[in-house]
C-alpha cells in the first residue's frame, strides 16, 4: 500500500528523474508567467467605469481618501447598485495608481490560483510537494486565461478585475472551509476561524448576485449534511452561514438595484424580457462556458463510468454549485460573458481535483493529463502575448 509520500511523489508535475531538470523547468514557466502577466496589465489602461470609479461618485470629486470611498459607496448603494464590497475594494486599488493596481492584480491571480489549487487536492485527497504546487499554481495562472470568456473584462480591467478575480478568492476560500467538512472524518481545525469567518462569510455573501447565494447554499448543504450523519456542527460554520446570508441579502436588496432596474429595459414588455433572459443564460452554457464545460465533463467520463468510481458529497457538491451559480444568473437582465468567471473557476476546481485523483490511480495517465494541462496554459499566454504585441503597436 502506498504511503502519502509515494503518493506526493507520483503526482509531481513531469515524467523526469533528474530533479534539478525540473525545478529549472518549473522556475522558468513562472517566471514567464509573471512576466507576460505583468506586461499585459501594463498594456490595460484604467477604462470605462474606472474612470468613474477612480472619483468620488457622490460629489464627482478627485478620491483623496477613506471619507471619499465611504461617500461613494453609500451614493451607489442608494442609488446604482448594491456591490459596496467590490466597489470599495476597486475604489482603494484605483486611487493607489496604475503601477501599483498593476502589481496587486498579478499578484491577485496568483493567489486565485493557489486557492484553486488548495481547493483541488481537498476534493482529490492528496498531497503535492512543494515543486509541484510551484508547477501547478503557474499552469492554474494559464488556465485562468485560457478557459476564461473574457479574460480581459474579468481580470485586467479593473472594475472587472475587483468584481470577479479579487472577489472570487474570497468566495473558493469560504467555499473550501465548508467543502473540506465533507469527509468521513472531521476535518483538521482551522486557527481562529471562529473570529475571521465572520468578515469572510460577509464579504463572501455580499460580493455578486449569483455567487454570493451560491456560496451560502454550500455552507446550508454541509451543516445539513453534518447533521445527517451525525456529525459535530461547528459554531463557526453557523456564523458564516448566517453571515453570508446577510451579506447577499445586502447585496440584491440594496434600494439602488432598483433604481437602475427601473432605467433599463422599460420599453420592452414581460415576455420579451423573459425571452431575452433566457437567451443569455443559454448563451452564458453555450458560448462563454464551453472550453471549461467540455473539460469538466471529459475528466467526469473518464472518472466515473470509464473507471467506475462513485460519487461522493465533495465530487457532488462543486458541479452542483456551478450549475446554481451558472442558473441563478437568470434573475439579472443581463449575463455578459465577464460575469462566467466564477462559475469557471468552480469548473476548474472540479477538472483540476479529478485530474490528481486519475493521475493518483492511472499513473500511466500522468504525462497525457498533465499535457493537456500545459496546452491550455499555453493557450492563456498565447492570447496574453498577441495583446501585448498587439497594443505596442507590433501587430494590427
Request: contains cysteine.
Amino acid at each position: 500500500m502506498e504511503t502519502n509520500k509515494d503518493i506526493t511523489e507520483n503526482i509531481t508535475a513531469f515524467s523526469l528523474k533528474n530533479k534539478t531538470l525540473r525545478n529549472v523547468i518549473t522556475i522558468l514557466m513562472l517566471g514567464v508567467s509573471v512576466a507576460v502577466i505583468y506586461l499585459a496589465h501594463i498594456r490595460a489602461p484604467f477604462m470605462t467605469d474606472d474612470l468613474w470609479y477612480g472619483t468620488n461618485i457622490a460629489t464627482d470629486g478627485p478620491l483623496k481618501g477613506v471619507k471619499d470611498i465611504w461617500e461613494s459607496q453609500v451614493w451607489h448603494y442608494l442609488n446604482w447598485g448594491g456591490r459596496s464590497v467590490t466597489h470599495t475594494i476597486l475604489q482603494f486599488v484605483l486611487m493607489s495608481g496604475p503601477t501599483v493596481a498593476d502589481i496587486l492584480n498579478v499578484i491577485m491571480t496568483f493567489v486565485l490560483s493557489a486557492v484553486v489549487l488548495l481547493f483541488s487536492c481537498n476534493l482529490a485527497g492528496v498531497k503535492l510537494d512543494t515543486v509541484s504546487k510551484i508547477f501547478s499554481i503557474t499552469v492554474i495562472s494559464g488556465m485562468l486565461h485560457g478557459l476564461n470568456a473574457n479574460w480581459l473584462m474579468s481580470m485586467y480591467w479593473q472594475s472587472g478585475s475587483a468584481n470577479y478575480l479579487y472577489i472570487t478568492s474570497f468566495i473558493m476560500i469560504f467555499m473550501w472551509c465548508y467543502v473540506r467538512e465533507l469527509g468521513t472524518e472531521p476535518a483538521a481545525p482551522l486557527k481562529g476561524i471562529v473570529f475571521w469567518m465572520i468578515p469572510l462569510a460577509v464579504v463572501t455573501g455580499w460580493s455578486n448576485e449569483n455567487m454570493g447565494p451560491t456560496a451560502w447554499l454550500i455552507s446550508v448543504f454541509t451543516i445539513i449534511y453534518l447533521r445527517k450523519k451525525k456529525m459535530p456542527v461547528k459554531i463557526w460554520m453557523i456564523l458564516g452561514s448566517l453571515f453570508s446570508l446577510l451579506g447577499s441579502a445586502a447585496c440584491i436588496l440594496a434600494p439602488g438595484n432598483f433604481v437602475r432596474s427601473a432605467e433599463v429595459d422599460t420599453d420592452k414588455g414581460f415576455l420579451w424580457k423573459l425571452f431575452l433572459r433566457f437567451y443569455s443564460e443559454s448563451r452564458a452554457g453555450i458560448d462563454f462556458l464551453y472550453p471549461v464545460i467540455i473539460l469538466t465533463l471529459l475528466l467526469i467520463i473518464i472518472y466515473f463510468p470509464i473507471f467506475k468510481n462513485k460519487w461522493d458529497p465533495k465530487t457532488i457538491v462543486m458541479p452542483v454549485a456551478a450549475v446554481v451559480s451558472w442558473g441563478g444568473m437568470v434573475l439579472s437582465p443581463h449575463y455578459p460573458d465577464r460575469a462566467t468567471f466564477g462559475t469557471m473557476v468552480m469548473l476548474l476546481i472540479v477538472a483540476l481535483s479529478l485530474v490528481l485523483r486519475i493521475i493518483r490511480d492511472h499513473k500511466e495517465l500522468k504525462p497525457w493529463l498533465n499535457g493537456a494541462l500545459i496546452l491550455i496554459w499555453v493557450r492563456g499566454l498565447f492570447w496574453l502575448c498577441e495583446y501585448i504585441a498587439a497594443s505596442a503597436g507590433v501587430i494590427s
